[in-house]
């Protein structure tokens, strides 16, 4: 964690390897997709028709992910695994990632079914950033998690349930 200016309590502006290093690994499906060239993607090929709702989600999707990676805090340790808290934050979020290359895995394995897309791809990812907060105690991704999972949520719930 590299720290540059002091934001107010123990919350700093700064670097986060361990945020940079959550983020990269979520990306994981992305960056192995040209890999895989899914037959069919609609995910990719996904069209927002409430143009609202990809505004919103976008704004606290790039939000969650630059509070993730540029916002520190000086008071809790690289990976704090001393409490029950800790240790349950921690657990929930590897289980979001798994349960998102599970699905990921799935999808590319041609199993695009709506409510598989709706789970592991849309809710879990916005859930892996509010665990991580929670985990790291970082309650300024927690605040920007909960609305990026709502709208994230609902928006996989237009394209893929509501659609069908």
Known sequence: MIKFIHLFKNYYLGISF??????????IPYI????FKPASNPIMSMTNEIKWIETVQGIFG???MIILMLIVRDDVKL?????TKDKTFLFLTILMI???FVGWILYYMGHQYGWLIIISQFAVVPLYYLFFG???????????????F?????????NFAVKR
């Open 18 to 27: 361990i945020g940079i290093a959550a983020f990269v690994i979520q990306e």
């Open 32 to 35: 192995v997709m040209p890999i």
């Open 62 to 64: 790039i939000l969650s």
């Open 79 to 83: 990976i704090p695994i001393e409490t």
């Open 98 to 100: 798994l349960i998102n």
């Open 134 to 148: 929670l985990w790291k105690s970082n309650y300024l991704l927690v605040g920007a998690a909960v609305p990026f």
């Open 150 to 158: 709502v709208i994230h949520t609902i928006n996989g719930l237009i």
